[in-house]
């Protein structure tokens, strides 16, 4: 989704902006656009459709200078994808504004400025916040207090950077819903929706706050918070690595992130899992203490976060003996539930910013639950640092836009929040050993796992010309076999269905022929004679399978059915360990479809608006 980058220096800040917006490439976008502004107070912008190399090809043609900058990806939401409609916004030529967010109060805005004089030339909800902004700063004469003022006004989300033609030594940022990041320089200072972008500059970040807006000029920082007063914000030290966006010789970051999901889980568990367990305080202080009191485990997600969610209510209440929903966050957060007495809130997110998500979590602090804990693998984002407790997967940046290394990594967490909530309700013991046991083993259960590549390649090229595909899996392999669909889907385009294979005989056996591939996804565990007997049904209907099984489970390669056999694992694993070869499926597919792997057509890494 949309990427801002910003820059306030004495050098040329052009090439700083450039690379950041190729480091955010990755949430996807459909148009990109820079504002500079030299120390004549000369400002010019540049901006064109498509990716960010037709952008830097327009700046080679065309060179411009500038020591304070602004640059933006934009993702089409409010008008279509034109130049017109691309960041940066300006209004009367003087004020320029990049905005991630939705203004949702747009339309009204638009007709009182445009009342007041101001005249449009995009159809989006961002030109509004220029034009605000110049209107306010007519009435009072500062760009702070303006920008102030002008806030007051915006309903919905905005992270937004605001430079004033003739005030080329600073630039306002405010945030309200979608995350900005101040990074730290010496003598010159940076903007950005995600440190990603600036890691090349620097690794000091200060992250704001709701409500914050700030003053940044070369050697300084103000915050204020919505109150007006200045706040501190804490400036930390990242610790993400700086060739965290190089593919390391993949062709893609989408099979480079799923060969390093042995390596992150590795990490994910160090130091958290010893030979005897966990210590719950992983979660964060007193999780021990919380986690003592719960009754209740919500869940509350989107997307691939969901499918590790409902991954984890099996082994929840299989294992650590507590209830447990999960639900879609943007139902959530639009509906009445009901909370049950001590409940834990968990909501997953590779992000941390996932909008849906974060409005889901704001709400369920409101509605009495006991206490949230966040599932994560970015540190210092909204939902880390909006809830109670928060457990950080390692996964390292994550830019493929089809999430592999961040659902393996949350899973691993939920089996380790399966260990810390079963110790206070009567969890076995011989449940407890086997899942400790399974987790030691999984890094290397994952790379030998990893050695079906070479098969799954070839199974990959039957999958070509097929329009739509079926996923089938029972108890915690459904979620599984959900989210090998949704990989599929996202990066193929192939449509790609899921059942939990209980319900063939209830609507899906009608779509069934040789056109149709089956993909089943088969441990060795108690359901498998009854998910044999699915097999029997989709193969008298003539359908073609493709199933993933353990070889003790006794399938044969045949005229119907292809096998591929996936190493023998602990069952609590298992989920984690069928994963890859769906994802390993996905990824070849798209390959021979010739799509965009690691960005495919409108979707984004990112969703920072509803
Ligand atoms: C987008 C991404 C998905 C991701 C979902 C939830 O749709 O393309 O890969 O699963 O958002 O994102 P989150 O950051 O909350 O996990």
């Given at each position: 989704m949309c990427g801002i980058?910003?820059?306030?220096?004495e050098?040329?800040?052009?090439?700083?902006?450039?690379?950041?917006?190729?480091?955010?490439?990755?949430?996807?976008?459909?148009?990109?656009?820079?504002?500079?502004?030299?120390s004549q107070?000369?400002?010019?912008?540049?901006?064109r459709i498509?990716?960010?190399?037709?952008?830097?090809?327009?700046?080679?043609?065309?060179?411009?200078?500038?020591a304070?900058?602004?640059?933006h990806?934009?993702?089409a939401?409010?008008?279509?994808?034109?130049?017109a409609?691309?960041?940066p916004?300006?209004?009367?030529?003087?004020?320029a504004v990049v905005?991630?967010?939705?203004?949702?109060?747009?339309?009204?805005?638009?007709?009182?400025?445009t009342?007041?004089?101001?005249?449009?030339?995009?159809?989006?909800?961002?030109?509004?916040?220029?034009?605000?902004?110049h209107?306010?700063?007519?009435?009072?004469?500062?760009?702070?207090?303006?920008?102030?003022?002008?806030?007051?006004?915006?309903?919905?989300?905005?992270?937004?950077v605001?430079?004033?033609?003739?005030?080329?030594?600073?630039?306002?940022?405010a945030?309200?819903?979608?995350?900005?990041?101040?990074?730290?320089?010496?003598?010159?200072?940076?903007?950005?929706?995600?440190?990603?972008a600036?890691?090349?500059v620097?690794r000091?970040?200060?992250?704001?706050e709701?409500?914050?807006?700030?003053?940044?000029?070369?050697?300084?920082?103000?915050?204020?918070?919505?109150?007006?007063?200045?706040?501190?914000?804490?400036?930390?030290?990242?610790?993400?690595?700086h060739?965290?966006?190089?593919?390391?010789g993949?062709?893609?970051?989408?099979?480079?992130?799923?060969?390093?999901q042995?390596?992150?889980?590795r990490?994910?568990?160090?130091g958290?899992?010893?030979?005897?367990?966990?210590?719950?305080n992983?979660?964060?202080?007193?999780?021990?203490?919380?986690?003592?009191?719960?009754?209740?485990?919500?869940?509350?997600?989107?997307g691939?976060?969901?499918?590790?969610?409902m991954?984890?209510?099996?082994?929840?209440?299989?294992?650590?003996?507590?209830?447990?929903n999960?639900?879609?966050?943007?139902?959530?957060?639009?509906?009445?539930?009901f909370?049950?007495?001590?409940?834990?809130?968990?909501?997953?997110?590779?992000?941390?910013?996932?909008?849906?998500?974060?409005?889901?979590?704001?709400?369920?602090k409101?509605?009495?639950?006991?206490?949230?804990l966040?599932?994560?693998?970015?540190?210092?984002?909204?939902?880390?640092?909006?809830?109670?407790?928060?457990?950080?997967?390692?996964?390292?940046?994550?830019?493929?836009?089809?999430?592999t290394?961040?659902?393996?990594?949350?899973?691993?967490?939920?089996l380790?929040?399966?260990?810390?909530?079963?110790?206070?309700?009567n969890?076995?013991?011989?449940?407890h050993?086997?899942?400790?046991?399974?987790?030691?083993?999984?890094?290397?259960?994952?790379?030998?796992?990893?050695?079906?590549?070479?098969?799954?390649?070839?199974?990959?090229?039957?999958?070509?010309?097929?329009?739509h595909?079926?996923?089938l899996?029972?108890?915690d392999?459904?979620?599984?076999?959900?989210?090998?669909?949704?990989?599929?889907?996202e990066?193929?385009?192939?449509h790609?269905?899921?059942?939990?294979?209980?319900e063939?005989k209830?609507?899906?056996?009608?779509?069934?022929?040789?056109?149709?591939?089956?993909?089943?996804?088969?441990?060795n565990?108690e359901?498998?004679?009854?998910?044999k007997?699915?097999?029997?049904?989709?193969?008298?209907r003539g359908?073609i399978?493709?199933?993933?099984?353990?070889?003790q489970?006794n399938?044969?390669?045949?005229?119907?059915?292809?096998?591929?056999?996936?190493?023998?694992?602990?069952?609590?694993?298992?989920?984690?360990?069928?994963?890859?070869?769906?994802?390993?499926?996905?990824?070849?597919v798209?390959v021979?479809?010739?799509?965009?792997?690691?960005?495919?057509?409108?979707?984004?890494?990112?969703?920072?608006v509803?």
């Amino acid at each position: 989704m949309c990427g801002i980058v910003g820059a306030i220096a004495e050098r040329n800040v052009v090439e700083i902006l450039l690379e950041g917006l190729r480091r955010l490439e990755y949430r996807g976008y459909d148009s990109a656009g820079v504002a500079l502004l030299d120390s004549q107070g000369n400002l010019t912008r540049t901006r064109r459709i498509g990716k960010v190399k037709e952008l830097a090809q327009a700046l080679k043609e065309q060179p411009v200078k500038g020591a304070t900058g602004i640059a933006h990806t934009r993702w089409a939401t409010h008008g279509g994808v034109t130049e017109a409609n691309a960041h940066p916004h300006l209004s009367s030529e003087r004020i320029a504004v990049v905005h991630n967010g939705i203004i949702e109060n747009y339309q009204t805005l638009r007709q009182e400025l445009t009342q007041a004089g101001y005249g449009f030339s995009s159809d989006t909800d961002t030109e509004t916040i220029a034009h605000q902004v110049h209107l306010e700063l007519d009435k009072c004469g500062d760009l702070l207090k303006a920008v102030q003022n002008a806030v007051t006004k915006f309903h919905g989300a905005y992270g937004t950077v605001i430079m004033d033609k003739q005030e080329p030594e600073r630039i306002i940022v405010a945030r309200s819903g979608s995350p900005l990041v101040i990074g730290l320089g010496i003598g010159e200072n940076f903007i950005a929706s995600d440190q990603m972008a600036l890691l090349p500059v620097t690794r000091r970040f200060m992250f704001l706050e709701e409500g914050d807006v700030a003053e940044i000029s070369r050697t300084s920082i103000q915050v204020y918070d919505q109150s007006g007063a200045v706040v501190e914000r804490e400036v930390i030290e990242s610790d993400v690595e700086h060739d965290a966006g190089d593919k390391g010789g993949y062709r893609h970051y989408m099979l480079k992130e799923i060969h390093e999901q042995p390596s992150v889980i590795r990490n994910t568990l160090q130091g958290r899992l010893s030979d005897t367990g966990i210590s719950p305080n992983i979660f964060g202080q007193g999780a021990d203490k919380i986690f003592a009191g719960i009754q209740h485990v919500q869940i509350i997600a989107c997307g691939t976060s969901y499918h590790s969610g409902m991954t984890a209510r099996y082994w929840l209440e299989q294992y650590a003996n507590v209830s447990c929903n999960v639900e879609i966050a943007s139902e959530f957060r639009y509906r009445k539930s009901f909370v049950h007495p001590n409940s834990l809130i968990v909501t997953i997110s590779q992000s941390g910013e996932t909008a849906d998500t974060l409005a889901a979590l704001r709400l369920a602090k409101q509605q009495g639950y006991s206490a949230s804990l966040a599932i994560c693998n970015v540190p210092g984002s909204s939902l880390v640092r909006e809830s109670d407790l928060a457990f950080m997967t390692l996964a390292g940046a994550e830019i493929g836009v089809a999430s592999t290394k961040a659902f393996t990594t949350q899973l691993t967490g939920f089996l380790m929040l399966t260990l810390a909530i079963g110790q206070h309700n009567n969890m076995l013991q011989t449940d407890h050993d086997d899942i400790v046991k399974a987790l030691h083993s999984l890094p290397a259960k994952l790379e030998e796992t990893l050695t079906l590549t070479a098969g799954i390649k070839e199974l990959a090229k039957e999958f070509a010309d097929k329009q739509h595909s079926l996923f089938l899996g029972r108890g915690d392999q459904y979620p599984i076999a959900m989210e090998g669909a949704l990989k599929l889907k996202e990066i193929s385009y192939i449509h790609a269905e899921a059942y939990a294979s209980g319900e063939l005989k209830h609507g899906p056996l009608a779509l069934i022929d040789d056109e149709m591939p089956v993909i089943v996804v088969a441990p060795n565990n108690e359901l498998l004679e009854k998910l044999k007997s699915n097999v029997e049904e989709v193969r008298a209907r003539g359908g073609i399978m493709y199933v993933f099984a353990d070889k003790q489970a006794n399938f044969k390669s045949d005229d119907t059915m292809r096998v591929i056999n996936v190493p023998h694992c602990e069952a609590a694993i298992a989920p984690i360990v069928y994963t890859l070869p769906l994802q390993l499926l996905s990824y070849y597919v798209a390959v021979i479809k010739g799509t965009d792997v690691d960005q495919p057509r409108n979707l984004a890494k990112s969703v920072t608006v509803e």
